[in-house]
């Protein structure tokens, strides 16, 4: 791997609830090479949108803090940025598509004005000229007529207009890397398609590196290079993600393959659902956080919390008994 | 084609929602066409499948045929009756014909034990007199859904998500119903609890000999549960066949742009496909296009699709298409691809 864009150490988020502290974001570390796409994958709860918004220092705090970890983007820890040295990274060499195109949009701006801002904003432009870099944008997001949708206000696009818009903006300064949190998880799927067709594209046009955040496995198999797969706060499993879909290595990431239904499984097969629910952050086991619901788990496993570590190279992995795994695998083939 | 009467019959469904317009007499504007024109039939015991993007009258037409939605013009027949003109709180039909709702939350009221919830309809219908018996049916429908008979007294927020739908379930178990429709049932879960959903519907199917009327934007589930499946598109069924037929064969662009949409969890499997992609979103139902109402967004659209509204043509075998590729004269050149390559047998 070449040297990393982003390279995330041991980042960990607290929040302070009603019930006690807890830890969203638990000693969380990846990096990110120029030009690649990770994914990071998780359920509601796993700590992979606040992930996102850690990397963007967009945590409110209170009640949320980053307690303790590096951000070292382009070799500088964001995490040691005063605000405003932040807000000028912010949108311009780092910028986020989020997942409600409908509330972040301003609907009491044009659209115009709201791709081009950045523009004058970062790269001092005069607002004629941001408009025109404005107008290049939307014909690049392939919004047709882009001349006269400049003046069009958010509530006349639909659903996948806005989320193009969003990406216009998001790409406005040339970005070295864009994070998505869910981008299409409230469009249509042809829509869907469309805009994750686009992104990647737009992506590879310009070497940025992407982190695309979902709960959908078959958009990581699509799009992504690297997968994380993340569970009560922690990453249980990283890899290339080929090796990750041909070979998991953890019972979750098994567990989610296993449990859901594909366009080409053979039908009238039963489903293995992963028994039990998601942990509640506030009140995880003091082992590993997958214990509970997992079929290979032993005394070992409610005793300590397994740490992330190599299991093939580049192939990391957080499980007591992957060996054991591995056997019943092998066996089961 | 002779066939045994189904379960529910639908004809020529139609519900339009007029717009109140403009000026001092507010003569209508026109209307949404939300559903316009749908047929379909479903047998005891199976699942037919009803896809469709957002917009294209799928949960409208469920709606329609609980009569919770007042039909514009069209028929209904339920086991055998025609319902077209009851009402969803008086119809007698209404304790063969229950429905799940999508949203787990929004759908049970906070304020009221799970005993009372899934017992309501019992008592909606005068069946709690013997309360020993009424007690042991209530125990009775949380054990079938895989819940224990100890939580009835407890309240809808100590549940999870998925154990909320399946009280859901439960409650439309309770008059023992031979159709429950089934909306977006399991969209609003976390991955890992759609399956125990799933496994649980196909379950009680089998066991109870229920049929379903299963609508969902989600194609892989769909096509897990279903035995026949309807793409809709703007109000219309574009397509309607059995699931393996439709899933390996889809006939209407529509459909196989839907289905190519749908990525795959396998980097392999998705690096092989071929993919068909659609421009553009779907058009307003207030508007919708003349014609063919998906030539705008059809990659093999012609001439006359801009103009001749295709009519859904019976094919044979239960499949029927509503495309000018398909049935209609001169209908060569008609692509069809698989969309996923056929999993190799072990």
């Not at chain 1, 740490?307 to 007591?320: D, K, S």
């Not at chain 2, 799970?114 to 309360?131: A, C």
């Not at chain 2, 103009?307 to 008609?334: E, F, K, N, S, Y």
Request: glycine share 8%; net charge neutral.
């Amino acid at each position: 791997m070449s040297t990393p864009l982003l390279e995330v150490k041991n980042l960990t988020t607290r929040f302070r609830t009603e019930r006690g502290e807890l830890t969203a974001v638990d000693d969380v570390s990846f990096s990110v090479a120029p030009g690649q796409t990770l994914a990071i994958v998780g359920e509601s709860g796993s700590g992979k949108s606040v992930t996102a918004l850690s990397l963007m220092r967009l945590i409110p705090d209170p009640p949320g803090r980053i307690t303790g970890g590096q951000i070292l983007f382009e070799g500088q820890d964001l995490l040691k940025l005063s605000d405003a040295q932040m807000r000028d990274i912010r949108g311009d060499r780092i910028a986020m598509i989020f997942q409600e195109p409908m509330s972040s949009l301003n609907p009491s701006l044009t659209v115009g004005m709201q791709i081009a801002e950045p523009v004058n904003l970062h790269r001092k432009m005069p607002w004629t000229q941001a408009y025109e870099v404005a107008k290049g944008l939307l014909e690049k997001v392939r919004i047709p007529d882009a001349a006269s949708r400049l003046k069009t206000w958010p509530h006349q696009y639909s659903g996948g207009m806005r989320q193009r818009t969003m990406i216009a903006m998001a790409l406005a300064c040339q970005p070295k890397l864009i994070i998505a949190d869910e981008p299409t998880t409230a469009l249509d799927v042809t829509v869907q398609a469309q805009i994750l067709d686009l992104l990647k594209e737009l992506t590879r046009e310009t070497g940025a590196a992407l982190i695309l955040i979902t709960h959908d496995l078959g958009v990581v198999a699509r799009y992504a290079d690297h997968v994380a797969v993340m569970y009560g706060g922690r990453i249980v499993e990283q890899a290339e993600a080929g090796a990750l879909y041909a070979h998991p290595r953890h019972p979750y990431t098994r567990g989610l393959l296993a449990s859901i239904p594909r366009l080409d499984s053979s039908a009238g097969q039963r489903l293995v659902p992963i028994k039990g629910q998601p942990p509640d952050l506030a009140r995880l086991p003091p082992g590993c956080a997958f214990a509970p619901r997992c079929q290979h788990a032993d005394a070992a496993c409610s005793a300590s919390r397994p740490l992330l570590r190599e299991l093939e190279p580049g192939h990391l992995g957080a499980c007591h008994h992957d060996h054991a795994i591995d056997a019943d695998l092998s066996h089961a083939a | 084609m002779p066939e045994t009467q189904a379960l529910l019959q639908v004809d020529n469904l139609k519900v339009h929602f007029p717009l109140p317009g403009a000026g001092l007499l507010r003569r209508s504007a026109g209307a949404v066409k939300a559903v316009d024109g749908v047929s379909f039939s479903l047998h005891a015991g199976q699942t037919l499948g009803l896809v469709g993007e957002s917009g294209c009258g799928k949960s409208t037409t469920g709606l329609a045929v609980l009569r919770m939605q007042p039909v514009t013009s069209g028929r209904i027949l339920f086991e055998g009756a025609d319902i077209t003109a009851q009402q969803a709180r008086t119809g007698t039909f209404r304790r063969r014909m229950q429905m799940v709702y999508q949203d787990p939350y929004g759908s049970l009221n906070p304020r009221m034990k799970v005993r009372d919830l899934v017992g309501e309809p019992l008592q909606v219908h005068g069946l709690d007199q013997n309360r020993g018996e009424y007690q042991d049916r209530i125990a009775g429908l949380l054990k079938t859904v895989g819940l224990l008979p100890d939580m009835a007294d407890r309240y809808p927020h100590e549940f999870s998500g998925g154990q909320r739908q399946r009280i859901g379930i439960a409650r439309a178990l309770a008059l023992e119903p031979s159709l429950i429709i089934c909306d977006e049932p399991v969209s609003a879960l976390d991955v890992s609890i759609q399956a125990q959903v799933v496994n649980v519907l196909q379950e009680l199917q089998e066991r109870l000999g229920l049929a379903y009327l299963f609508i969902a934007h989600d194609l892989a589930v769909v096509r897990h549960l279903s035995h026949r499946v309807a793409v809709m598109y703007l109000g219309r069924i574009v397509e309607i066949a059995s699931r393996d037929d439709l899933y390996r064969a889809p006939l209407h662009p529509y459909t196989q742009a839907l289905l190519s949409a749908v990525p795959v969890a396998d980097p392999v499997v998705e690096r092989a496909r071929q993919r068909i992609v659609v421009q553009g979103e779907v058009p307003s139902a207030l508007r919708p296009p003349p014609g063919c109402r998906f030539h705008t967004r059809c990659p093999q659209a012609m001439a006359r699709c801009r103009t001749d509204d295709p009519a859904l043509m019976d094919l044979g075998q239960g499949r029927a298409v509503a495309c000018h590729l398909h049935g209609g004269q001169g209908a060569g050149g008609a692509r069809v691809l698989p969309i996923v390559a056929e999993p190799t047998a072990a």
